[in-house]
């Protein structure tokens, strides 16, 4: 009997080692902002970790005509956005894709994101391969999953 559970638990090894060389990433918090009716465009946000070095190197969506890995920044008071070949995934740290920061970029909606919706999301990673995640939508203006603290508006909008 002992033999057997020595051996079991040698098999469980095994697989876990095989699991985490193939890379498994944690996805968390997959939300994007609600878009007015008549917007192109729209954002999507989430939490990556990954328990062996990895790169998030694409992603897809049905809502979108295409989607991409930007970059958000503030140079002498103007914003720039870049696209992002890839995002790299330190072993075992979090990377938080965020508003004003890093980002994917939904390009050519085919709908509005409505706040109370989701859509499927595709992420593309080096090792880990592809993996589907359910992003839901929330109001217009939030700053995270589950309502956040909305942005403010400009005045006349």
Known sequence: MSKRLLALATLLLL??????????????????????????????????????????????????KSAGLHTMSMEGGVMKMAPLAGIDLPAGQTVTLNPGAIHIMLLGLTRPLVPGQSFRLTLTFEKAGTREVTVGVEKVGSMGPGGGTPMPMPAGR
Request: charged residues 15%.
């Open 15 to 64: 697989a876990r080692g095989a699991a985490a060389q193939t890379g498994s990433v944690e996805v968390k918090n997959a939300w994007a902002r609600a878009t007015p009716g008549n917007a192109e465009n729209g954002a999507a946000y989430l939490t990556l970790q990954s328990a062996t070095a990895d790169r998030l190197t694409g992603v897809s969506t049905p809502v979108a």
